[in-house]
């Protein structure tokens, strides 16, 4: 129960600081969005003491250590393997062209219509 309680607060928190920033119009946008920053700021921290928080925290280390252990290709291979897609969509593409072209010559002596 304190954890909805606390997101609602969050929520409230971050809606309050929403309805500020257009509220004060007439003053400097600069000071707006730092104080829609800072409100920000305020909003993940108390979401951050929830378990649903915690979890969302602890999924985002994870995902930030899962991506350091990728192994990017070189530019090199990705330049290869940009010129093979590029090949196989041609080919492909004459391929369907060509199949194209038959099956309308065959509708085409089927129906009588060619000539």
């Given amino acids: 129960m304190a954890d909805k309680i606390k997101l609602v607060v969050a929520?409230?928190?971050?809606?309050?600081?929403?309805?500020?920033?257009?509220?004060?119009?007439?003053?400097?946008?600069l000071v707006r969005v730092l104080g829609l920053l800072a409100a920000t700021g305020v909003a993940v921290a108390i979401t951050l003491q929830t378990e649903i928080g915690r979890a969302g925290w602890g999924f985002a280390i994870e995902s930030r250590n899962e991506i350091r252990r990728v192994v990017w290709p070189t530019r090199k291979e990705t330049t290869q393997t940009t010129l093979v897609v590029f090949v196989v969509v041609i080919v492909?593409?004459?391929?369907?062209?060509?199949?194209?072209?038959?099956?309308?010559?065959?509708?085409?002596?089927?129906?009588?219509?060619?000539g």
Avoid: C, P
Wanted: aromatic share 16%; glycine share 8%.
């Fill in 11 to 29: 929520i409230a928190f971050l809606l309050g600081a929403i309805v500020a920033f257009y509220w004060f119009a007439d003053q400097s946008k």
């Fill in 92 to 114: 492909v593409a004459i391929v369907l062209w060509l199949l194209d072209m038959v099956l309308l010559g065959s509708v085409q002596w089927l129906t009588r219509q060619g």
